[in-house]
Structures are given as C-alpha cells and as structure tokens.
C-alpha cells in the first residue's frame, strides 16, 4: 500500500469537515452520550447517525466502536470527536472506520494532545501528529491541523481549568499577542546575530507542537 499523503495545515479542519460533511448523512462515533447529538443534526442536515455504547443515552445505532455494525464500503462520511482517548484499541477504532468508509470517503477525528485526565467512563491516550499520521496510515489523504491554542493558550487553560469558560477566553485573549511578543523578540535577536530569522520554525513550535488537540481529516 502506498504511503499516504501528509498535509500539514493551519486551516479549521473542523469547520471543514462540517462543510463538506452536508451532502450525505453522517456517521456520530461515540458521541451519542454526550448530548451532542440535537447539535449535530443541525450540523449535518441531510442527517446524522449517531452511535454509542451507552444504552441509557438511547443512541440511533446502540453499539461499539471497536466493532463498527455497518458493512464494508457503506458509510460515505464519520465524524469521530474526542472518542479515541477513551477506548483501549484507537487502532482498531481507525481501521473500522476505514472498512466502512465507501471509496472516496471522509472521515474527521479531534484527538487530545496536551489535555486533562478525564474519565468517561475511562482515558487511556493522548496523541501526537506523529502518532494521528501513523493510526491513519492506510488512508490515502489525510490532513492535520493544531487545534486551537499553542502553549501560551495551553498554559491559561491548564491554570484556570480546561472546562472552564474563563480558561477558554483567556486562552483566546492571549494566543496572538503572546506569538507577536514572542516572534518580535526572537526576529530582534536574530537579526542581531546576522542568522535568519526562521519565524516558520518558531511558529510551528508555538501553534502546532505545543496545542490541546489535534483535528484530522482523512480521505479513503
């Protein structure tokens, strides 16, 4: 099987995915319980299945991840949020997703990074690009996308609470003007030392290796 292509992004994969995922209807993984699901109906107007384990939460479709009950090559698009960190085989989970993609198929997956412990009911991973790339590989076309806050955001998060909306405003708050701090002071000294400046480097570092989580979105 071919190496599949890589793309690096700093583009919404999210807000992409819920663009192109409006044709078809689309397969919920895992988010049935999380009451969601009025949200992804509207997201997704020609209809959205969703699956769940959880019998209490009256899931469309009650049934595993692991063990996806739809036919090979019968699923046109699956959104898959925050599910990955929650189940012991992440592997398993892509490769099901993968067997019921038709060809052509999308699929999006959001992956925590630098993330809290959170039992629901367990936690398991946290993900890095290398790793999004890897559990992806049998794809044909996937692109990756710091979601997002760098560290700087991160770091506002992790001192007021992930889950908390004062953590996500001021990670907003400080994202920009911490990079243009940080950029303006690095170039300076740079320039100073006659080097180049390498602001893309710097700025990968910042954006991309250093965020809560990580939007994919792969194509069969």
């Known amino acids: 099987m071919p190496e599949p292509v890589v ?14 995922f409006k044709n078809d209807k689309v397969l919920i ?4 319980g999380s009451g969601k699901m009025p949200r992804y109906q509207a997201d997704f107007p020609a209809g ?4 769940d384990i959880d019998e209490p939460a009256k899931p469309d479709v009650l049934g595993d991840a692991l063990f996806l009950p739809f036919t090979d090559e019968s699923v046109p698009f699956v959104y898959c949020e925050a599910l990955l960190e929650h189940v012991p085989e992440p592997q398993r989970v892509v490769d099901e997703v993968y067997r ?3 060809p052509g198929g999308q699929a999006f997956f959001y992956v925590p ?7 629901s009911p367990d936690d398991y991973f946290r993900f890095t690009k290398s790793g999004m790339a890897y559990l992806c590989r049998n794809f044909s076309y996937m692109q990756i996308q710091a979601a997002n806050d760098g560290y700087a955001g991160v770091s506002m998060r992790f001192l007021v609470g992930f889950t908390s909306p004062v953590g996500n ?3 907003r708050l400080v994202r920009y003007p911490a990079w243009w701090c940080i950029a303006t002071a690095y170039s300076t000294v740079r320039l100073l030392q006659g080097r180049k400046t390498e602001l893309a480097r710097v700025r990968q570092h910042f954006f991309f290796e ?3 989580g990580f939007n994919v979105l792969v194509k069969k």
């Open 48 to 51: 959205a299945i969703g699956l």
């Open 100 to 102: 019921a993609l038709k």
């Open 169 to 171: 405003i001021l990670s």
């Open 7 to 20: 793309e690096q992004t700093q583009d919404n994969l999210k807000e992409r995915a819920l663009s192109l």
């Open 210 to 212: 250093n965020c809560s």
């Open 29 to 32: 993984v895992g988010s049935a």
């Open 113 to 119: 990074f630098l993330y809290p412990y959170h039992e």
